[in-house]
């Protein structure tokens, strides 16, 4: 088990104060948003005596609930509202047209539909004390949980509100970094396992992973992890024997993360982690990266592990990386083709980016997903998520 270890408090928006009335006095307290999200403007007690159906007309309407019932029933009443989401009316589904979208159009619905089910869900509302206790009825301890997320009580800042669902969020985060998750690629318990900090995207697809373990390496020397997040695969390449790796980020909480596991996994003397965007100083022989796969607007900042705007991350690790890569290095590019199969980029457009930076692609090894959406037709984008593969691409200079 990993030694808890606090993380610096998230940046908070301009506006982080939250406002309403109570016994016809106005009040306020500290909002705390993770997504950034604005303090809701129009709010409502709310406790064991509201039903289903007003919370979620409320909730709909822009009105958000702040929770002073049991805790457990306000968990409950959120369950009760996502089922009324989730319960297509008839009148829709007679109206739904009857082809079926373009994948684009239907990721952008998808996208679009999550969103504003979030929205709704995100309008029940609890209160946090200042010392990280929750004021309700059966509420559990989560003190630890928000130290690891927010870093050490600042009894100053007074009390906060927090979304529920965020809540769980944070607390089923802290379960997984307490916990640890498994790589097979590092080896043998219990030097194994990889523990995702809150805000940190966890390694629970282990096909990318796998082929990084399994890929012929070039000639030793040092090698750079750009993005290293976790850090689960700076700590594979140095399982594989590599002596010396860089590994890169730019989020706080990403770098923490890493300093962690590799410090728990034993390999903190053979990794550099240092902040920076994309790629540190100097030439490596080998230079990883597993950028994110989609290029599309993330909604929030754990979204950046998944959505690449414009795909910057991916085109800034192409043009860096002749400049970047010792005579007779690799480039391994770790990425899905589920954009593709979204309609979202093109294998061409990603050939051209090879050469329009003077890559030539030595070998690709390719991975199906192993995730259960990937066999599971009720999953939504199901089409395109049984047709994935994940592929890591070998890359070297052109014409060396």
Known sequence: MPTPIASSPSTLPADSTIHWTEADQPQSAHWRSERGAPAPKRVVLADDTMSADTAYRLACEGTALLWRGDFHNARQLLQAIARRIDKTPARKQRKAPKEAAAPAEAFHLYRQAQAQRARVLNMLLLPVNADYTIPLRRAPNVHAACLAAWGPADLAVGPSVITLRELQGLTSTHEWRRKGLEIAALGEAPLNRIHPHYGVFSPVRGEYIDLVAKAPLPAPGVAFDIGTGTGVLAAVLVRRGVA??????????????????????????????????????????????NPPWLPARPGSPIEHAVYDEDSRMLLGF????????????EGWLV????????????RA????AFDTHGLKVLERLDAKPLHPKATDATAALHAARAAEVTSLWRLAVAGV
């Open 244 to 289: 010396q790796v860089v590994a890169t980020d730019t989020d706080p909480r990403a770098l923490a993360c890493a300093r962690d596991n590799l410090a728990l996994l034993g390999v903190a003397k053979q990794v550099q982690v240092v902040q920076t965007d994309l790629f540190p100083e100097g030439q490596a022989t080998l230079i990883v990266c």
């Open 318 to 329: 192409l043009a860096g990386l002749k400049g970047h890569l010792a005579p007779g290095g």
């Open 335 to 346: 990425l899905s083709d589920f954009a593709e199969h979204l309609g979202l980029r093109t």
């Open 349 to 352: 457009e990603l050939l051209a």
